[in-house]
């Protein structure tokens, strides 16, 4: 099995500006260089699993929202950040979106016959 490091890195960095963190910041948190927190959100690295555990409880998340996209029983990770991104929309854009998943839904049932 490969990692999809780019994946895990896209998560670090929206946790860690969620919680308004720079990289500097983070990597004082958990004990690495600036270097290397920016080459994780890159995916440049393969970071390991000791320093992934020090992300995911300095950022106050778990390690199955950083691997999700890795991970084959992720569901609830990806419907709980659905319901993050509609938090933030106006009811016009919920509308929308409710609007798009309907009709992608549809989609899908329609390709899975």
Request: aromatic residues 2%; charged residues 35%; glycine residues 2%.
């Amino acid at each position: 099995m490969s990692l999809d490091y780019k994946a895990i890195g896209t998560r670090v960095r929206r946790k860690r500006l969620d919680k308004n963190l720079s990289q500097f910041e983070l990597a004082n948190e958990i004990g690495v260089s600036n270097p290397h927190i920016s080459n994780i959100e890159r995916g440049k690295t393969k970071v390991s699993l000791p320093t992934l555990i020090d992300i995911a409880n300095a950022l106050e998340t778990s390690l199955d929202e950083l691997v999700c996209d890795n991970v084959n029983e992720s569901r609830n990770v990806f419907i709980r950040e659905i319901a993050d991104e509609i938090e933030r929309c106006n009811a016009e854009e919920v509308k929308i979106v409710t609007d798009v998943v309907k009709a992608l839904t549809e989609s899908l049932k329609i390709k899975r016959k």
